[in-house]
């Protein structure tokens, strides 16, 4: 009984000496090594002007890259971002990041689908095949477009393709509000190239009809230069004078200096060092077209974002996030988050059009995906956010082949564990080291973040070390003082995963089994991988400890039953783990394994119990997420206010997503092949060898009844989650080695 309790103290001091202040971000300065701050719902200031909101202009730099940001903007870009705050943006769209989509992205506040439509946003009066693009934008829609506006002409098809989507997504739906508010919005410059029209600013601040107010976006806001690619780059003083002469009802404002977006067309057809030479120039006037801009506005009124929608590619390697520059009324200096990601250095591109009609007083209604974002301080540099960057793109390109090794080291063990089986050879002192690791490796990668690592290899290195040493312990522990090695590894990775829920997901938020903000899936609580963890790792720990404790079972059953409600709790709660979908795991895997435990016998009037209570306990979650100010409510509450408004609809678009991720998932993961083997292999032990299952049930019937919460809980995760292929397979590797390594023992006795 010692032991027990010995074994539960370690778990908890490792599990909080884990969730401790750490250095995740590999490669950093000490200074910038710092985790910032957690983000939960009061964090953050909101960026609302102190009096009367002004005007709102974007200034879009198309492919602006973060070697840019480690290298030192210039002197302009550099004071706006260190008098302001700044973010790394996440720049996911409907299709693939190309400017058509990330432009219309952002003007709809939700991932859009906009390919091949570059060059239809025009000035009314411009010259079109068959008279002016007025005439063309009249013969498409049946409308005719104000004097002196701007046209996007795709319009018609920008919405019929996006009208597909299993989401709501609306192109021009930031115009759109703003016109229903009485405000105009203006389009400003091009990034026209040798290739053709490239016109998608348009399509940032247009209404859902295709207009835009006013604007300048045609030939004229070009100058020829012969020494620059293509023969001509942005007039940035044409583009300054009509910003000038727009009228005050203009109060969104979107500016395209695309010099960088032509040399990037043209970057294949030039040597590399010219190139790079008059990016740097085109880098240069920017900045000083910045520093002109801002003397133009009132910053106790106004408010200037710097947004790079489309990431940059020199060629050798491409960006897969994109800085975003906040300056103006009501910013102060320090990092973007939003409720979305409650990630400080963090925003999405859908989270702009919301901030803009936040800033000036308009009811966003149903219309964007993203949130408002808000200031966190401190504030860092845009080196520091350089530096940030890279470590999460250490992670994003490390996690396939390290997890594919991982997930291949189970597929061969479970496959030599049946050969081992079938054939009746004595092979468990060979297996049973590599089953444990097999389930170390989870509490390794949560580990991993504290520790510095430069790519890939040094990754790979420092898993195989942290595995082999937790193995290691954990055998030691067994020898030395006779701990089982499995209520060992379970109890330490849940007390882990716990802590570092509890903590704000530092660890987590940094690990290669954890959730990836270039991914943009998940940004903050609990991903599906830890969450097949943590309820796999909770129940065979808490059931082994049942298992072990003989004289004070009944104690021991009543701890176990504590230990799942603090983790529903913690999976649950938006302030922690905010995964609806592992609650509804998580219940009905905890009352089966607590039920069976306590000696119920299952009816069918029980299994309808679990899932009364399983949906009671979902109805709480959500009506409890509900309560709190939207700016507070977590995806929980998001969804389930997008169904309120939008019915039906929105259910069945809900959950069509999740059903084509799983079958996205099932079709093209390795998860899916491990899950499949797992469940494979725990049918094959029910027959073979005859007897060998009874016989465990028999000799550890608690460890028996927590293998299957463990079952129950991975069938359930994977029909009700997206994703949930991935929960179901993280929750069997605490389910499926266990009981090969007692068959096997149970062979060679």
Excluded at 98 to 119: D, F, K, Q, W, Y
Excluded at 274 to 289: C, E, V
Excluded at 440 to 451: G, S
């Amino acid at each position: 009984m010692g032991r027990v309790f010995f074994l539960l103290v370690t778990a908890m001091i490792s599990a909080l000496f884990l969730a401790a202040p750490l250095r995740p971000v590999r490669g950093m300065t000490p200074a910038a090594r710092e985790v910032p701050p957690v983000f939960r719902g009061e964090a953050g200031v909101d960026v609302k002007p102190p009096g009367e909101p002004g005007r709102v202009v974007i200034v879009s730099i198309d492919y602006l890259q973060i070697r840019d940001l480690e290298e030192g903007l210039p002197a302009n870009l550099a004071g706006l971002a260190s008098g302001g705050a700044v973010a790394l943006m996440n720049v996911n769209t409907g299709g693939g990041a190309v400017p058509e989509n990330t432009h219309a992205t952002i003007g709809a506040g939700a991932r859009t689908l906009a390919r091949g439509s570059a060059a239809l946003g025009l000035g009314a009066a411009e010259k079109a095949p068959g008279g002016t693009a007025a005439d063309e934008y009249r013969r498409r829609t049946g409308r005719e477009p104000p004097s002196g506006s701007l046209v996007y002409l795709d319009i018609a098809r920008l919405m019929a393709i996006n009208g597909k989507l299993h989401y709501n997504a609306v192109p021009g739906a930031l115009g759109t509000k703003l016109r229903e508010a009485g405000y105009g919005t203006a389009a400003l410059g091009n990034s026209d190239g040798p290739g053709g029209p490239a016109r998608q600013i348009v399509s940032m601040v247009m209404d859902r009809r295709g207009i835009v107010t006013a604007g300048s976006v045609g030939g004229e806001t070009l100058r020829v230069d012969g020494d620059f690619a293509g023969g001509f780059r942005t007039n940035y003083e044409a583009i300054l004078e009509a910003f000038k002469g727009l009228p005050p009802d203009i109060r969104l404002v979107a500016i395209d200096l695309g010099d960088l977006a032509r040399l990037q067309s043209a970057r294949d057809y030039m040597e590399m060092e010219n190139w790079r030479a008059m990016r740097s120039g085109a880098i240069r006037r920017a900045d000083d077209f910045a520093g002109r801009l801002a003397q133009l506005m009132d910053f106790s009124r106004d408010l200037l974002l710097v947004v790079c929608p489309t990431p940059g590619d020199d060629g050798i390697k491409k960006d897969r996030m994109a800085p975003v520059i906040l300056y103006g009324a009501g910013v102060d200096r320090g990092l973007l988050s939003s409720p979305g990601t409650r990630r400080p250095g963090i925003i999405m591109n859908v989270d702009i059009a919301p901030t803009v009609t936040d800033f000036l007083g308009i009811s966003p209604g149903g219309f964007f995906a993203g949130r408002p974002v808000r200031v966190t301080p401190p504030g860092t540099g845009p080196a520091e956010l350089a530096l940030m960057y890279r470590a999460l793109e250490i992670n994003h390109e490390a996690r396939p082949f390290l997890l594919k090794g991982y997930l291949f080291l189970q597929l061969i063990l479970l496959s030599v564990a049946l050969v081992f089986i079938f054939f009746k050879k004595k092979g468990g002192k060979f297996l049973k080291p590599f089953l444990i690791a097999v389930m170390a490796v989870p509490l390794a990668c949560l580990a991993l973040p504290v520790f510095p690592a430069g790519g890939t290899l040094a990754l790979g290195a420092e898993l195989i070390i942290i595995a082999a040493g937790l193995t290691g312990l954990i055998i030691y522990l067994h020898r030395k003082r006779g701990i089982d090695p499995f209520l060992s590894v379970c109890l330490a990775t849940s007390a882990a995963v716990a802590a570092d829920l509890a903590a704000g997901s530092p660890l987590q938020s940094a690990s290669i089994l954890g959730y990836d903000p270039i991914v943009g899936a998940r940004f903050y609580g609990l991903g599906n991988e830890y969450m097949g963890v943590l309820i796999g790792a909770t129940l065979v720990g808490t059931a082994t400890a049942v298992q072990l404790a003989h004289n004070r079972r009944k104690m021991f059953l009543a701890g176990a039953g504590a230990a799942y409600l603090i983790t529903l709790y913690l999976v649950a709660s938006p302030q922690a783990g905010s995964n609806a979908g592992g609650a509804i795991a998580a219940v009905p895997a905890f009352l089966t394994a607590l039920l069976l435990m306590w000696g119920v016998r299952f009816s069918r009037a029980t299994v309808l119990s679990v899932a009364a209570a399983t949906v009671l306990a979902v109805t709480l979650l959500v009506l409890y997420d509900l309560s709190r100010p939207a700016w507070q409510q977590s995806h929980i509450g998001r969804a389930a206010d997008l169904v309120l408004s939008g019915g039906l609809d929105e259910l069945a678009g809900i959950l069509s997503r999740k059903v084509e991720m799983n079958i996205k998932l099932i079709k093209h993961t390795v998860w899916s092949r491990v899950l499949l083997v797992s469940l494979g292999v725990l049918v094959i032990l029910f027959y073979r060898p005859v007897g060998a299952v009874e016989g465990i049930r028999n000799r550890c019937p608690y460890l028996f009844k927590g293998l299957a919460g463990v079952v129950t809980g991975s069938i359930v995760a994977f029909l009700f989650n997206d994703s949930g292929v991935v929960a179901a397979a993280t929750a069997m590797v605490f389910g499926v080695p266990p009981l090969i390594c007692m068959v096997l023992e149970n062979m060679e006795t």
